[in-house]
């Protein structure tokens, strides 16, 4: 049989008290730790809210930037047909038959014409407006019609003095409808990044300028001189070079030349499709940036 001594006893005393001295310690702790992770709980529910009505905003915007209103397939820009998930040969097909002053007139025809998909007519087909004097199965005497009001159309348009948007000042621009003066500035600013512009389509990239006021600015205005753009070598301009170009940023530059380094110099525009995050859709206006 065991016999502990006053001193034990005394040893075993001490133990137990520190252990429940800990034990309401941790009790005070946790006591504390909740209380805190309350008040923050609270502050965070407020922050919350704000955050919930900025995503809804989001989610708005978003909705509103997807949607897809009717248009005339007949002019459906570079941009556009990328959007759309068109490929740049389909879009080249519907650009060249235009160029020829010749119109699609039905969806069976834009089908025939472009090649794409029937899922794709199926996605967008039902947004196609034609003018009102076309049919779906039109006879030669209405192909006829369409023609002449399309020429007729062209005729009034030509009345208006075309400018060349590289020369265009403040004031010109203002003329345009929707085109106040801090867009006309913002116009000539972009310009001035890259020289000139080299397409009308780069319109579409500057942020703030609406679809109507695109419209009339082509109407009134080309891209008729280019002698001043800033070219830069694709194969020998460094990261920090590349970067300074205005559709290009650090992770784009970067992916540039990490390719380039691994498999040598860049031939041809389209061999920059291979390169990480290059925005595909700018492509054409960019190669005509470019020294190789």
């Given at each position: 049989?065991?016999?502990?001594?006053?001193?034990?006893?005394?040893?075993?005393?001490?133990?137990?008290?520190?252990?429940?001295?800990?034990?309401?310690?941790?009790?005070?702790?946790?006591?504390?730790?909740?209380?805190?992770?309350?008040?923050?709980?609270?502050?965070?529910?407020?922050?919350?809210?704000?955050?919930?009505?900025?995503?809804?905003?989001?989610?708005?915007?978003?909705?509103?930037?997807?949607?897809?209103?009717?248009?005339?397939?007949?002019?459906?820009?570079?941009?556009?047909?990328?959007?759309?998930?068109?490929?740049?040969?389909?879009?080249?097909?519907?650009?060249?038959?235009?160029?020829?002053?010749?119109?699609?007139?039905?969806?069976?025809?834009?089908?025939?014409?472009?090649?794409?998909?029937?899922?794709?007519?199926?996605?967008?087909?039902?947004?196609?407006?034609?003018?009102?004097?076309?049919?779906?199965?039109?006879?030669?005497?209405?192909?006829?019609?369409?023609?002449?009001?399309?020429?007729?159309?062209?005729?009034?348009?030509?009345?208006?003095?075309?400018?060349?948007?590289?020369?265009?000042?403040?004031?010109?621009?203002?003329?345009?409808?929707?085109?106040?003066?801090?867009?006309?500035?913002?116009?000539?600013?972009?310009r001035e990044k890259f020289g000139n512009f080299v397409s009308m389509?780069?319109?579409?990239?500057?942020?703030?300028?609406?679809?109507?006021?695109?419209?009339?600015?082509?109407?009134?205005?080309?891209?008729?001189?280019?002698?001043?753009?800033?070219?830069?070598?694709?194969?020998?301009?460094?990261?920090?070079?590349?970067?300074?170009?205005?559709?290009?940023?650090?992770?784009?530059?970067?992916?540039?030349?990490?390719?380039?380094?691994?498999?040598?110099?860049?031939?041809?525009?389209?061999?920059?499709?291979?390169?990480?995050?290059?925005?595909?859709?700018?492509?054409?206006?960019?190669?005509?940036?470019?020294?190789?």
């Open positions: 049989m065991l016999r502990f001594s006053k001193g034990h006893y005394f040893g075993i005393a001490i133990l137990i008290g520190c252990i429940g001295l800990l034990q309401l310690f941790i009790y005070w702790y946790n006591n504390q730790k909740d209380t805190t992770s309350l008040e923050l709980t609270q502050e965070e529910k407020s922050w919350l809210l704000v955050q919930n009505e900025i995503d809804s905003i989001k989610e708005v915007n978003q909705e509103n930037s997807s949607k897809i209103y009717p248009f005339n397939p007949n002019f459906i820009s570079d941009y556009k047909g990328y959007k759309l998930g068109m490929t740049v040969s389909q879009i080249d097909k519907l650009h060249n038959f235009r160029k020829q002053n010749k119109y699609v007139n039905s969806n069976s025809e834009f089908q025939k014409l472009t090649g794409v998909s029937s899922e794709w007519m199926k996605q967008y087909a039902p947004y196609f407006k034609f003018p009102d004097w076309v049919t779906e199965a039109p006879t030669k005497k209405d192909q006829t019609k369409f023609e002449n009001k399309f020429q007729k159309f062209d005729k009034k348009e030509s009345k208006i003095i075309v400018k060349d948007l590289n020369t265009a000042d403040q004031i010109e621009l203002e003329k345009v409808y929707m085109i106040g003066d801090k867009l006309a500035l913002k116009i000539i600013s972009e389509d780069q319109l579409g990239f500057i942020w703030g300028i609406s679809p109507e006021a695109i419209v009339d600015l082509n109407k009134k205005f080309q891209i008729k001189s280019t002698g001043n753009i800033k070219k830069i070598n694709i194969n020998t301009s460094t990261i920090k070079e590349l970067q300074q170009f205005p559709y290009f940023n650090y992770t784009i530059a970067k992916n540039i030349v990490t390719f380039r380094s691994m498999n040598g110099d860049f031939k041809r525009s389209e061999d920059l499709t291979n390169v990480k995050q290059f925005p595909l859709e700018k492509l054409k206006i960019i190669a005509l940036y470019l020294e190789f």
